[in-house]
Structures are given as C-alpha cells and as structure tokens.
C-alpha cells in the first residue's frame, strides 16, 4: 500500500513533473529570483546595521518562527482539517504539545526578545559564566597569558 500525503492527493499536477516545474518558469522565474534576492539583501542591511546584535536577531527571529512553523502550525492545520476523523487518543496528545510547545516558544521567544529590545548596559563578557569568570577567558590557558 503507498502513502499519498494530503499535498499530493489535492495537487491536481501530481506525477506531470513538467506542469509542475512550469510555475517556476517564465516570469514567474524573474519574481522568486527577485523575492530571493531581496531577502538577501534586508539580511545583509540588518547584519551590517545591527553588526553587534545580529545574533540577538537570529536568535528572536528563529525562536518565534521555527516553533511557529515547525511545531504548531503543523498540528493545528491538521486537527482542523481531520478533526471529526482523528480519534480522542490522538487529539489530546497533540493539544497537549500545542499547549507546551506555544508556552515554551513564547517563552524562548520572549527571552531572546528581551536581549534585543532592551539590552543591558552591562560590560560583562561571559554573563552566564560563574561571576568570577565573567570578564575573561578560563578555558583558554593562551587567550589568558599569551603564548
């Protein structure tokens, strides 16, 4: 028995690889070319722009948007969808990690958020580290004495 996912039971091209290529084809081209080209472009402006906080930007941006697409919209489109067909033992689970999953994205999602909206006037190099360590290097014994 083969497996058809629901993409490629509702797309009407399924198996004509040509009439599915031919949207990538002609004009169509030039805009994703142009769409690609653009992304680019802002990230590169932001990088430059925010040379001391891209990171801090990666990492609210990744935060927000890969749990968003990855985990939840995923499941919520598929319960909506299959609701009256998918049975209670599989429903519960999967309200249950939406639930956990939108708590903790937003909590990531918050967090990262805070280091890029309202960072902190602090000097400290390593913030994490144990206050002793906050300010060099203890790991590395030639960063430290110079070799």
């Known amino acids: ?49 925010l040379k001391d906080h891209f990171s801090d930007l990666v990492d609210f941006v990744g935060a927000s948007c890969i749990t968003l697409i990855s985990i939840l919209l995923p499941i919520i489109f598929l319960l909506k969808k299959l609701w009256h067909e998918i049975p209670l033992y599989e429903k519960i689970p999967a309200l249950i990690v939406v639930v956990v999953c939108g708590f903790l994205g937003c909590y990531v999602t918050y967090t990262s958020g805070k280091t890029l909206f309202a960072p902190t006037d602090s000097d400290t190099e390593f913030p994490y580290c144990d206050s002793e360590y906050e300010n060099q290097v203890y790991y590395n014994y030639t960063a430290v004495h110079g070799a």
Not at 37 to 45: E, F, P, S
């Open 1 to 49: 028995m083969s497996y058809i996912s629901n993409a490629d039971a509702e797309n009407p091209y399924h198996g004509d690889l040509e009439a599915e290529a031919a949207e990538y084809h002609g004009v169509n081209a030039i805009k994703y070319v142009i769409l690609r080209v653009a992304i680019i472009v802002v990230l590169v402006i932001l990088s430059v722009i």
